[in-house]
């Protein structure tokens, strides 16, 4: 068992049936009244964030997590296919929960696995990735680092993001894989 005064950014736990991942807490005193624990908590399930709130000291069971290094071979519409890179065991694992982080991931990179009480929950990915351009549109004569502006442009594993209007076809550029954003040319 867990308690809220143990709580962690990335800590696991089973609310009302339903395995959470606090994205973050922040324990309140009020002058008047009980302490209570204020939470956003991500569902494993399908990724979806809501806030609860607690009473201090409420406790909850704990969930088991553990991280593999798996080798990403490829993904249907229905399932992301993996290979325990030790083992060479393959795994498939539904795509529900890993959508936003197979975005970033291109066939044979190697990512990390959680297993959620032995059952592969969602991946983790390095807070930035290095990716090819794909398509975009032309850069112009003039358009330079400080000459501000976006446009779209397509990655090689699909993914559209916005990046500076100097960024060309076949450049390489480092994404930030949490938000999606440009960081710079690789």
Known sequence: MISTNQLKNGNHI????TIYKVVEFQHVKPGKG????????????DG??????FR???????????ARKMQFLYSDDTDAHFMDT??????AVPVGGIADALRWTKPS???DVVFMDGNPSSIQLPSSVELEVTETEPGVRG???????NKPATVETGAVIQVPLFVNIG???????ETGDYMSRA
């Open 14 to 17: 089973e609310v009302d049936g």
């Open 34 to 45: 009980p302490a209570f624990v204020r939470t956003k908590l991500k569902r494993s399930s």
């Open 48 to 53: 979806n964030v809501i806030d609860k709130t």
């Open 56 to 66: 201090a000291g409420e406790k909850f069971r704990a969930v088991r997590t553990e």
């Open 86 to 91: 030790e083992s060479y065991e393959q795994m």
């Open 109 to 111: 990179d190697e990512v």
């Open 143 to 149: 358009d330079t680092a400080s000459g501000g502006g």
């Open 171 to 177: 450049d390489r550029v480092k994404i930030q894989t």
